[in-house]
């Protein structure tokens, strides 16, 4: 099965030359100690092409001005912009409206602004959010705290030892009290691509509503939130090759209505006298303050890159990598992949016997090699694996099986060094 | 010797390894030679963490001078840990909170004693000058 296959068609412009992508990129053509750069941290943050790199650039050169009430020619042009990158938004995640696309600093606040505006309004004592073992602690905390604030209970589905959600349990998780499921869609630690349409699925039919940590699903594989039906799905820009303090909160507009704001300030009033405030309407009720103008006006160039090089392509590129990765590391004496679910994205957790990913991950950089090690956010999921942390190689499209066959090279060689 | 003089010797000895890893490969011999510390040191009073690596760091005063032993649960860390042993352990406790280490910038291992998080080396280096601190207060009451 081929991770990440899109579930919508994507038009494809242009035969997938890896080459010719990695010249979009000019961060990846340098040498870090010496070595040719061998970016292998995909996870925590993606590189930027060109593209995106201009957007920034040309908005501070030619239009900076704060958007949607300046009356002025370069206001009207940054308004258009960004709204523009709202519309590239909605058409990315195929949601109905612009109205149901908020922008947010990221995942991790689209989250927290879930919890605290659709939670704290609506959980009542007793009742149950679901969680996942393996959910990174930006969708961990926000509920805790929501929980905790209303007096209700945070369940966890488990996992089995492949790092493969378990269903089943999951389905006796499920009551009239679950009135919230927040799961990762694509584990960050480990690769999973969680059977999400399932989940929601079976959500739905004890009245809970869905929100999907999209962080780690939107930079490999097509995601289509009305296919999905899911109620809220959070994603950041910094991951989807756009820049980082940006990120996109899609809501159901029924749901939205419903909500509270999330913060107070300008952008998100329709009125203010000291007496009584009326909101804005959707999305901007959601958008206290003067957003990051270039950093939503860039996003939206970086969706434009994706859609260009097309989801098959990047799905097809990246699972021959995790074939390629998968059987090239395994050959490596010693070495324990962390996470072999049977749908997984281009993540591959390891830890070496003896070794400390510390000491890996300091060796490997020795030798340019970029590698993230540490428990990933998801402590709890490291608890799971009785493990302080693993070493995490995750691949983009712009990555090449030469660059794995120098990660072999490197282990091999820090192997030697700590023999 | 003092700890400058230590701090030159340990300068010398790096810079007859010109490529990174060479110097890696004898921060790493350093870091296997540093004595096991007991186990019965191995504490939580003695833990300073790192969100990466544990150090362990024990001391005590003897005539005057403040010794210290350390460990690290990773190789790389009880390199760095040994040197500072090495520098440090055996002098009064001003000289221990005079001491500018600047060995640490000349032998190029900075980026891991400047990193917050990661692996407890800058809180090492807080907690053995608060040792020092805390003899050299005793020393005075006495």
């Given at each position: 099965?081929?991770?990440?296959?899109?579930?919508?068609?994507?038009?494809?412009?242009?035969?997938?030359?890896?080459?010719?992508?990695?010249?979009?990129?000019?961060?990846?053509?340098?040498?870090?100690?010496?070595?040719?750069?061998?970016?292998?941290?995909?996870?925590?943050?993606?590189?930027?092409?060109?593209?995106?790199?201009?957007?920034?650039?040309?908005?501070?050169?030619?239009?900076?001005?704060?958007?949607?009430?300046?009356?002025?020619?370069?206001?009207?042009?940054?308004?258009?912009?960004?709204?523009?990158?709202?519309?590239?938004?909605?058409?990315?995640?195929?949601?109905?409206?612009?109205?149901?696309?908020?922008?947010?600093?990221?995942?991790?606040?689209?989250?927290?602004?879930?919890?605290?505006?659709?939670?704290?309004?609506?959980?009542?004592?007793?009742?149950?959010?679901?969680?996942?073992?393996?959910?990174?602690?930006?969708?961990?905390?926000?509920?805790?705290?929501?929980?905790?604030?209303?007096?209700?209970?945070?369940?966890i589905i488990p996992i089995d030892d492949d790092g493969n959600l378990l269903l089943d349990e999951y389905k006796k998780l499920l009551n009239d009290r679950t009135k919230i499921v927040s799961v990762v869609y694509v584990s960050n630690a480990l690769g999973?691509?969680?059977?999400?349409?399932?989940?929601?699925?079976?959500?739905?039919?004890?009245?809970?509503?869905?929100?999907?940590?999209?962080?780690?699903?939107?930079?490999?594989?097509?995601?289509?939130?009305?296919?999905?039906?899911?109620?809220?799905?959070?994603?950041?820009?910094?991951?989807?090759?756009?820049?980082?303090?940006?990120?996109?909160?899609?809501?159901?507009?029924?749901?939205?209505?419903?909500?509270?704001?999330?913060?107070?300030?300008?952008?998100?009033?329709?009125?203010?006298?000291?007496?009584?405030?009326?909101?804005?309407?959707?999305?901007?009720?959601?958008?206290?303050?003067?957003?990051d103008i270039s950093g939503g006006i860039a996003m939206g160039v970086a969706i434009d890159y994706i859609n260009s090089i097309g989801y098959q392509n990047i799905a097809k590129h990246e699972h021959d990598l995790l074939v390629y990765g998968t059987e090239?590391?395994?050959?490596?004496?010693?070495?324990?992949i962390i996470g072999q679910a049977k749908e997984k994205a281009s993540v591959i957790s390891f830890l070496v016997d003896g070794i400390h990913p510390y000491d890996m991950g300091v060796l490997l950089d020795k030798q340019g090699i970029a590698i993230r090690?540490?428990?990933?956010?998801?402590?709890?999921?490291?608890?799971?694996?009785?493990?302080?942390?693993?070493?995490?190689?995750?691949?983009?499209?712009?990555?090449?099986?030469?660059?794995?066959?120098?990660?072999?090279?490197?282990?091999?060689?820090?192997?030697?060094?700590?023999? | 010797?003092?700890?400058?003089?230590?701090?030159?010797?340990?300068?010398?000895?790096?810079?007859?390894?010109?490529?990174?890893?060479?110097?890696?490969?004898?921060?790493?011999?350093?870091?296997?030679?540093?004595?096991?510390?007991?186990?019965?040191?191995?504490?939580?009073?003695?833990?300073?963490?790192?969100?990466?690596?544990?150090?362990?760091?024990?001391?005590?005063?003897?005539?005057?001078?403040?010794?210290?032993?350390?460990?690290?649960?990773?190789?790389?860390?009880?390199?760095?840990?040994?040197?500072?042993?090495?520098?440090?352990?055996?002098?009064?406790?001003?000289?221990?909170?005079?001491?500018?280490?600047?060995?640490?910038?000349?032998?190029?291992?900075?980026?891991?004693?400047?990193?917050?998080?990661?692996?407890?080396?800058?809180?090492?280096?807080?907690?053995?000058?608060?040792?020092?601190?805390?003899?050299?207060?005793?020393?005075?009451?006495?």
């Amino acid at each position: 099965m081929i991770p990440g296959v899109s579930i919508r068609e994507v038009n494809i412009s242009k035969p997938f030359d890896v080459e010719a992508i990695r010249q979009d990129f000019p961060i990846l053509h340098q040498k870090v100690n010496g070595y040719p750069l061998v970016y292998f941290d995909n996870a925590a943050t993606s590189q930027k092409p060109n593209l995106v790199i201009d957007a920034i650039s040309n908005y501070y050169k030619l239009y900076n001005s704060n958007i949607h009430r300046g009356l002025h020619y370069m206001s009207e042009k940054a308004t258009e912009a960004y709204e523009a990158a709202r519309e590239k938004s909605r058409a990315f995640l195929n949601a109905s409206s612009t109205n149901e696309i908020n922008f947010t600093k990221g995942t991790t606040e689209g989250i927290n602004l879930v919890a605290s505006s659709y939670g704290r309004k609506f959980l009542q004592p007793g009742d149950e959010v679901i969680i996942s073992t393996m959910e990174h602690h930006s969708n961990i905390v926000p509920w805790q705290m929501v929980c905790d604030e209303r007096g209700a209970k945070l369940r966890i589905i488990p996992i089995d030892d492949d790092g493969n959600l378990l269903l089943d349990e999951y389905k006796k998780l499920l009551n009239d009290r679950t009135k919230i499921v927040s799961v990762v869609y694509v584990s960050n630690a480990l690769g999973t691509v969680n059977p999400v349409k399932d989940i929601i699925t079976l959500a739905h039919e004890v009245g809970a509503v869905v929100m999907l940590d999209g962080a780690q699903a939107t930079p490999h594989m097509a995601v289509d939130v009305q296919a999905l039906d899911c109620d809220f799905l959070a994603l950041s820009s910094h991951k989807i090759f756009g820049p980082t303090g940006m990120g996109i909160l899609y809501g159901k507009e029924r749901l939205l209505e419903q909500m509270n704001p999330y913060q107070g300030g300008g952008e998100m009033i329709k009125t203010v006298t000291f007496e009584k405030t009326t909101y804005n309407e959707l999305p901007y009720k959601f958008e206290a303050g003067t957003p990051d103008i270039s950093g939503g006006i860039a996003m939206g160039v970086a969706i434009d890159y994706i859609n260009s090089i097309g989801y098959q392509n990047i799905a097809k590129h990246e699972h021959d990598l995790l074939v390629y990765g998968t059987e090239v590391l395994s050959q490596i004496e010693g070495l324990r992949i962390i996470g072999q679910a049977k749908e997984k994205a281009s993540v591959i957790s390891f830890l070496v016997d003896g070794i400390h990913p510390y000491d890996m991950g300091v060796l490997l950089d020795k030798q340019g090699i970029a590698i993230r090690t540490g428990h990933h956010c998801c402590q709890p999921l490291m608890d799971r694996f009785a493990i302080p942390g693993t070493c995490r190689a995750s691949f983009a499209f712009y990555n090449t099986t030469a660059e794995i066959d120098k990660l072999v090279k490197g282990i091999e060689k820090v192997k030697t060094m700590l023999g | 010797m003092t700890i400058n003089e230590i701090q030159e010797e340990i300068i010398e000895e790096f810079a007859l390894f010109e490529e990174p890893m060479d110097r890696y490969d004898y921060l790493i011999d350093i870091g296997k030679k540093l004595p096991e510390l007991e186990e019965r040191f191995k504490i939580e009073e003695n833990v300073v963490k790192g969100c990466q690596s544990t150090v362990w760091l024990h001391s005590f005063e003897k005539d005057g001078n403040v010794y210290f032993e350390a460990d690290s649960n990773t190789v790389i860390t009880k390199g760095i840990v040994g040197l500072l042993v090495r520098v440090l352990s055996g002098h009064t406790p001003q000289q221990i909170l005079d001491t500018d280490l600047y060995f640490i910038d000349k032998i190029e291992l900075r980026s891991h004693l400047s990193s917050q998080r990661s692996n407890g080396l800058s809180a090492m280096m807080k907690q053995i000058k608060i040792y020092a601190l805390g003899f050299s207060q005793q020393a005075k009451q006495a």
